[in-house]
């Protein structure tokens, strides 16, 4: 029972015969000690690029409205579309590439979504601009379905987590300066040259990628032992696996409800100024940084409580935005935003950590691609909501006014879902003689 429930960090990496066994070549590239430093970060600023062309639109709704005379929640498909062709296109692209170098998918990928960004920018109707969101998706998943795993192919289990740190940085990054430039850039230019210059920067990207970054080759599979040894390693990860997929795709809806419109919010709701949300967009990005830094400080030491301090926090905040709002205290809006940011920026580090350390390393690809799943269900379902929600604006008490509130129910749900799985994990724990409620370090739970 406990081999099956709580599988321990170390028990996850391959001895140095296990290396030979089953990481020799073909099938693998064994990491090296060095730490590829240059190589993660210009991997950081391609998530960077792939982060602010999916929510972008996000940030330029009232904008791209106007100029096609839609409403707020039909630009919000945008988004939803986007997600929904991730989802169904992340893991069928993974199966049919599983066996070509992954430095060549990453920079096919990323091509790729340098051309969207080109065709989205130049896009004479909205039906166009549509067509250019779902080619940026197809991108977009199969970029996120090699670059969830390649920080793991790299580095050494000792150093997985400071790996993701940095690549992590580049999503956070995308908030921090990135959506908020591009927001100020739409209305200083339009929201068109917003697009252009995420493409310019796909350019530059693609070449220091071509330059940087280190290849690797992972495992296809193997036959007799490796083989047996492989479905192994799926069969006792699958579980937590499944499991970390499940609390993204709660914890991504809830926040994305929110999140999609909540520029909308600012404006309709808080009734801050147009010219106030870039600033608003960045000091929550700087928030959101501080969320990844404090996890890479701390979140070794007291993982089980920093994961569910972080959703409980965000719970409170959601709840209570919306009656800070109706007293019209702008300070206390931007201040709960700001720690909202904080909260919710350690959370994809976290459930992305926790998924390539609960991985075998057979299994990595398969979890690659079911978290980008994950989170873009996540992505695309909370936008889909939140437009349902703002669309009840006339005939129900819901409304754009609660959108907050509606986000911190699916938040309170993937609280109540990680303090239940954990209390199961606490039970079989003490049924096999462990002592005390925690984990230790190291100790996988989802």
């Known amino acids: 029972m406990r081999k099956s429930l709580i599988i321990r960090f170390r028990s996850q990496q ?75 296109t992340a893991a069928p692209l993974a199966v049919l590439t599983r066996r070509v170098d992954r430095k060549a998918i990453v920079l096919i990928a990323f091509g790729l979504i340098g051309l969207a ?42 150093k997985l987590a400071r790996a993701m740190a940095v690549t992590a940085a580049g999503g956070s990054l995308a908030g921090v300066a990135g959506i908020p430039l591009g927001n100020a850039l739409g209305q200083a230019m339009g929201w068109r040259w917003a697009f252009g210059a995420l493409a310019c920067l796909a350019v530059i990207v693609t070449v220091l990628l071509a330059r940087l970054l280190p290849p690797v080759k992972v495992p296809a599979g193997g036959t007799g032992a490796q083989a047996r040894t492989s479905s192994d390693r799926h069969g006792r990860t699958l579980a937590p696996i499944l499991t970390v997929c499940f609390l993204i795709l709660l914890i991504v809806a809830a926040q994305n409800s929110y999140g999609t419109y909540m520029v909308v919010w600012l404006v309709d709701v808080a009734n801050f100024s147009m010219e106030a949300v870039p600033f608003i967009l960045f000091a929550m990005g700087i928030s959101s940084a501080l969320g990844i830094a404090l996890v890479g400080a701390f979140y070794s030491r007291f993982p089980l409580q920093i994961f569910l301090g972080a959703l409980s926090t965000l719970v409170m905040l ?3 935005l919306p009656p800070v709002a109706a007293a019209g205290s702008f300070g206390g809006v931007l201040a709960l935003i700001v720690a909202m940011g904080t909260a919710f920026g350690a959370l994809p580090t976290i459930l992305q950590t926790r998924m ?43 409304g754009t006014k609660q959108l907050p509130h509606f986000a911190a129910l699916g938040m309170l749900l993937a609280l109540l879902t990680a303090g239940i799985w954990e209390f199961f994990l606490w039970r079989a724990r003490r049924r096999e003689g462990g002592s005390g409620p925690l984990p230790r370090s190291g100790d996988i739970l989802y």
Request: aromatic share 8%; net charge negative; charged share 10%.
């Open 14 to 88: 391959p001895t140095s015969q296990d290396a030979t066994t089953s990481l020799s070549p073909p099938m693998a590239t064994v990491p090296s000690d060095k730490f590829p430093l240059a190589g993660l970060l210009v991997l950081s600023t391609a998530i960077f690029t792939s982060m602010a062309t999916e929510f972008l639109p996000g940030g330029l709704i009232p904008l791209i409205s106007d100029t096609f005379d839609r409403s707020s929640a039909e630009v919000g498909h945008l988004i939803t579309l986007f997600a929904l062709t991730v989802i169904l």
């Open 117 to 158: 960004n080109v065709l989205t920018a130049l896009a004479p109707s909205f039906e166009f601009l549509l067509g250019a969101r779902v080619l940026g998706g197809l991108a977009h998943g199969l970029f996120w379905s090699v670059v969830a795993a390649y920080p793991a192919h790299l580095v050494r289990s000792s």
């Open 318 to 320: 959601l709840f209570v």
């Open 356 to 398: 390539m350390q609960s991985a075998s390393p057979a299994a990595r690809n398969m979890a690659a691609a079911l978290q980008t799943t994950a989170f873009n269900i996540g992505i695309g379902g909370g936008a889909f909501l939140g437009g349902l929600v703002i669309a009840s604006a006339e005939t129900e008490p819901l």
